[in-house]
């Protein structure tokens, strides 16, 4: 037969007998939250650390928002300093061709045949022996542009001819 095995009672507190099975007797009995047992469940609700989702949801965001502060400033300071690596790139692409342009005519006007070359065309000058022309026009000769028809003429007078003619 089975023995009926004794617990040492707790000092001062009787324990009452239990009898049935664990299965009824849970059925008939209603769940009673302890103080122990209502702090799991609240644990079990609230999440981690014992903070409600909200309070979690609203603690991400302040990471979040602190990393993107973190991270946006180097970042700007990057994209300015590439703008600006850019355009000094750019400023001494152009200073290097300048530069070379001016060393070929600084080689170009080392010659002294190109230097005679220019006072003759630049200047007028004439070597000893030389007779130097000058060639002037009569003073009626059409040597510029040709005048402008409209020249007195408002531009109104002007953009409704233009207009009713057809463009020229």
Do not use: F
């Not at 702090?39 to 990393?67: F, H, K, Q, Y």
Request: aromatic share 4%; glycine share 6%; hydrophobic share 40%.
């Amino acid at each position: 037969m089975v023995e009926e095995r004794k617990r040492p009672e707790r000092a001062g507190t009787p324990r009452p007998r239990r009898s049935g099975t664990v299965a009824a007797r849970r059925r008939g009995r209603e769940p009673q939250l302890t103080r122990a047992r209502s702090r799991r469940v609240v644990a079990a609700t609230t999440g981690l650390l014992g903070v409600s989702s909200t309070r979690r949801a609203a603690l991400l965001a302040i990471v979040v928002c602190a990393l993107a502060l973190t991270v946006a400033v180097p970042l700007r300071n990057y994209a300015a300093q590439r703008q600006e690596l850019a355009a000094v790139s750019e400023q001494q692409r152009v200073l290097a061709a300048e530069v070379e342009a001016l060393t070929r005519q600084r080689t170009r006007l080392s010659d002294p045949a190109e230097v005679a070359a220019q006072a003759r065309s630049r200047l007028g000058y004439a070597l000893p022996g030389e007779v130097p022309y000058v060639v002037q026009l009569p003073s009626g000769a059409d040597v510029g542009p040709a005048p402008d028809p409209n020249a007195g003429v408002p531009w109104y007078r002007t953009l409704w001819r233009e207009v009713a003619e057809g463009a020229p």
